[in-house]
Each structure stands twice: as C-alpha cells, then as structure tokens.
C-alpha cells in the first residue's frame, strides 16, 4: 500500500476518548459516522470480493 502521512485512526479515537476539545470540535459526531459508513462501506467491498479481514477490530 501507498504510504500516506498523516494521523491513524487509532489516534484519532484515543484523542476523542481521552475527551480532547480539539478533536471533538474537528471531529464532530456527524465525521465520525461518517468515517465510520466509509469504513463500512470499504468492508461491505472486501467481503463482496471474497476478502475476509480478521485483523479489523484488534
């Protein structure tokens, strides 16, 4: 895969459980659904190729 820079989503999550303002105020419920149906969408493509990713929730 190409490398690309920039903050993990684990990050981001951490940042928003620890209830840093800044990352509530850039990520705002109506961004995380939306991040979430993306991730969503992107396993719903996996499985319809015959992809089973195990590793997703760790």
Request: proline share 3%; no cysteine; glycine share 8%.
């Amino acid at each position: 895969m190409k490398y690309v820079d920039g903050e993990t989503l684990e990050h981001i999550i951490q940042k928003l459980a620890d209830g840093d303002p800044y990352y509530h105020s850039r990520y705002p419920v109506e961004v995380r659904l939306e991040i979430f149906m993306g991730l969503l969408r992107a396993l719903q493509y996996a499985h319809d190729q015959g992809i089973v990713h195990r590793g997703l929730f760790q």
